[in-house]
């Protein structure tokens, strides 16, 4: 049973890390693993294959960065020529990334069937390009594994067959448990010179954020403003080229409770995630790593796919605005036991066992 | 030069594309609506299609693209970066598709993936069958479409049984529009009826693969059509005229008095020998809906299992009636006994649909909300 598993970005290489490793358990199962290189730094994702005890990629097909249709374009015919060659039975792919939809795609074009692993996330927000990945992407798969009820029922509600979609629980979760162990030895506090509580973790890159020179001024004002946490600011490369061209690099720097460090390994993100006082952030995958650490969440967005942590309130969202991500943050921190109420929440992410459950259908269907 | 920037982008890739388009083209013209006119066609048959839209008096395509590829993935590759190059530099409002080739799943998409609107004219059809590709494509594009201008209300149900997040408006179907807009072109280009030796006569079209592939049935067709109680016309395509001569039908059916048969026609002289004719006999699924429009209003007996019209069979214009050669004499019989009985107008629209969806295009904000406006990701390099 040949399974062809199909990764690009950094989220989608924690998805697949728990079911590769669960395929490499099973001797009936061949895995061919694909790098489409959507990544922009190899360097960075190599290390991250390491940190997560990856085997090497089958291929990386090195696609690189470029506009939304060049690089799906480009990545569907270099993954359609990879799938002849190695002619897989299943194809599987994790998340909602250009390389998801281009494998998608390049596989039901080729009567091979797709599975989609985090099926049936929904936004509603058509502008998000990954809104539109997801979509497209569970339209054209033969098995869809949704993370949560919530998903399965967006899915029968675009009339697709019951019979396709499995509840599997989230993989996400399943790589957080399998690191715990590990996040808890890394220093990355110490390094930073902070303590659990006294700070919060910030992450942007969506374009709708960074690229709007006042969308994000209007963020980092708001990060000013919060005199009482010092902020940890992973930067992302694109995000931080933004800053720099948004006149905010200095300002920014200028305010020396904002802390700019290099983008951190998986390991020490939950190290730090676990330990912050609250979590801003306008990426999906975090929005449920706060909610398993048991950290609140403000999102800076409209609208999020995973209404499951808001809808239980642990997640609040804040779009831009200056004045709502301020207000936000000012309720959690006048919320008296926060920490204890997260935990008592009930978890809709499945029991950490979702990669099992997931190749014990394929192995089922094969 | 007419203004580019800002204007409804259509892009075609087939003959049935140019045919169901042609008539919104046309609309857009009548109401001086600024459009571009994009042909992005396989290189096999390019310059046939081009052709093709001279013959049907349309303005020419402001950008052609010639697509050399031999597999699906390829494709949709490199139609997606040929028209993300094309909407760069046009800007449009709204690009417009028809139907359900790879093509138009990869036009569409690379609209979307730079935030320009998608309106989808033919939206809702399904089949229910998941291994023609034509399905994925439709479901697809439906489900990254703004606009969903549908030919019936069951095309509608579709899609809301879908919960798609475009808009849905039922318009009818634009191919009774071409229709209507192209029989007095057809009926000047083509000569058609002199070659015919028959006053009164049935036409037949069948090729798709899962009849004529299958011997016992080809047989049955053969049969059907020379005890047939009128003369028959039947246009071969090549792929049947391979099979009549593997099967060893050839002779039989050529050498028969009451069959004449034409080489592959074109779309005038086909139009032509649908309104003069009888009934027409057919397998094809675009057909049972021309023969509903005005200017044919044929009876249309549907050779096959199923069907994805069940319109023109519920209006009364066409009837299922499988492929056993008892079943196609007893259909055709009862056809020429009837005292005609077609309801006056087509179960796919009265013609109008093309002027409705530029009228909806028109009334409605054509542009996403911000901060995510087109403009943002057109003017990034």
């Known amino acids: ?366 | 030069m007419k203004p580019i920037n800002n204007s409804y982008t259509i892009i075609v890739g087939t003959r049935p594309e140019i045919i169901k388009m042609a008539p919104v083209i046309r609309a857009l013209k009548e109401q001086s609506q600024p459009y571009v006119f994009v042909h992005c066609g396989q290189h096999y048959d390019y310059n046939m299609s081009q052709q093709f839209i001279d013959e049907l008096e349309l303005p020419k395509p402001d950008y052609g693209f010639k697509v050399k590829a031999y597999s699906p993935g390829l494709q949709t590759g490199r139609i997606l970066t040929i028209v993300e190059r094309v909407a760069k530099k046009v800007k449009p409002r709204v690009v417009l598709v028809e139907g359900d080739t790879n093509g138009v799943l990869a036009s569409a998409l690379a609209a979307v993936k730079l935030n320009v609107l998608v309106g989808h004219v033919e939206a809702g059809l399904r089949s229910f069958d998941l291994r023609m590709p034509e399905e994925h494509n439709r479901r697809l594009v439906d489900h990254l479409s703004k606009y969903l201008f549908t030919p019936t209300e069951i095309a509608r149900k579709n899609l809301e049984r879908e919960n798609v997040w475009g808009n849905i408006y039922v318009t009818g179907n634009t191919v009774i529009d071409a229709v209507i807009q192209h029989m007095p072109l057809a009926e000047r280009k083509s000569s058609i009826m002199d070659r015919i030796r028959f006053r009164r006569f049935a036409l037949v079209t069948a090729h798709r693969a899962e009849n004529v592939d299958d011997s016992a049935v080809l047989k049955n067709f053969v049969e059907a059509f020379a005890e047939a109680p009128i003369p028959v016309v039947y246009p071969l395509h090549p792929r049947t005229k391979k099979r009549l001569r593997q099967q060893k039908m050839w002779k039989k059916l050529s050498k028969t008095e009451n069959v004449h048969l034409l080489p592959p026609l074109g779309y005038f002289d086909f139009l032509v020998l649908m309104k003069n004719c009888e009934m027409i006999i057919t397998d094809s699924g675009g057909i049972q809906e021309e023969a509903t429009a005005p200017s044919i209003r044929k009876p249309v007996l549907v050779i096959r299992l199923s069907t994805e019209r069940p319109e023109a069979v519920e209006a009364g214009f066409a009837k299922l009636v499988g492929v056993e050669k008892h079943n196609i004499l007893t259909a055709m019989e009862q056809t020429l006994n009837e005292e005609e009985r077609l309801p006056k107008t087509s179960p796919y629209g009265n013609g109008t649909a093309a002027e409705k969806i530029v009228d909806i295009l028109n009334q409605s904000n054509s542009v996403f909300r911000k901060p995510y406006t087109w403009r943002n990701l057109l003017d990034q390099t």
């Not at chain 1, 001797?27 to 290390?47: A, P, W």
Request: charged share 25%; hydrophobic share 40%; glycine share 6%.
């Open chain 1, 1 to 366: 049973m040949k399974l062809m598993l199909i990764v690009g970005a950094r989220p989608q290489i924690i998805k697949s890390a728990p079911i590769i490793h669960e395929a490499q358990k099973h001797r009936e199962i061949e895995l061919q693993l694909v790098h489409t290189g959507q990544h922009y730094d190899f360097e960075m994702s190599k290390i991250f294959f390491h940190e997560l005890d990856l085997p090497d990629p089958l291929v990386n097909l090195g696609v690189g960065s470029g506009s939304h249709a060049w690089q799906t374009g480009n990545m569907m015919i270099k993954l359609e020529k990879t799938i002849l060659e190695n002619k897989p039975d299943v194809v599987m792919v994790p998340g909602d990334t250009n390389s998801t939809l281009a494998g998608a795609l390049a596989a039901a074009k080729l009567h091979v069937p797709v599975a989609h692993v985090e099926a049936g996330a929904r936004s509603y927000d058509m502008r998000m390009p990954e809104e539109i990945n997801r979509r497209l992407t569970d339209h054209c798969s033969s098995l869809l594994f949704a993370p949560t009820k919530n998903c399965a029922k967006n899915l029968r509600q675009e009339g697709i067959r019951k019979q396709l979609i499995k509840l599997s629980g989230d993989t996400m979760y399943d790589a957080l448990l399998q690191h715990m162990s590990t996040a808890e030895k890394s220093n990355i506090l110490t390094e930073i010179g902070i303590k659990t509580d006294e700070y919060a973790v910030l992450t942007l890159h969506r374009p709708e954020n960074v690229d709007t020179p006042k969308t994000f001024e209007n963020i980092m004002k708001a990060m000013t403003m919060l005199k009482e946490v010092i902020i940890v600011f992973p930067v992302h490369p694109r995000t931080k080229q933004r800053l720099a061209a948004a006149k905010l690099m200095k300002q920014t720097q200028a305010a020396n409770r904002i802390k700019l460090i290099e983008p951190v390994g998986y390991d020490e993100m939950l190290q730090l995630t676990q330990h912050a006082r609250m979590v801003f952030t306008d990426s999906g995958g975090l929005q449920k790593e706060a909610f398993w650490l048991q950290t609140p969440c403000i999102t800076l967005r409209d609208k999020t796919e995973w209404v499951e942590t808001t809808e239980l309130g642990a997640n609040v969202l804040a779009g831009s605005k200056l004045q709502r991500i301020v207000e936000a943050a000012r309720e959690i921190k006048e919320t008296k036991g926060i920490k204890v109420k997260l935990e008592r929440l009930r978890n809709p992410f499945g029991e950490g066992q979702a990669a099992q459950k997931i190749l014990a259908q394929i192995l089922k269907r094969g």
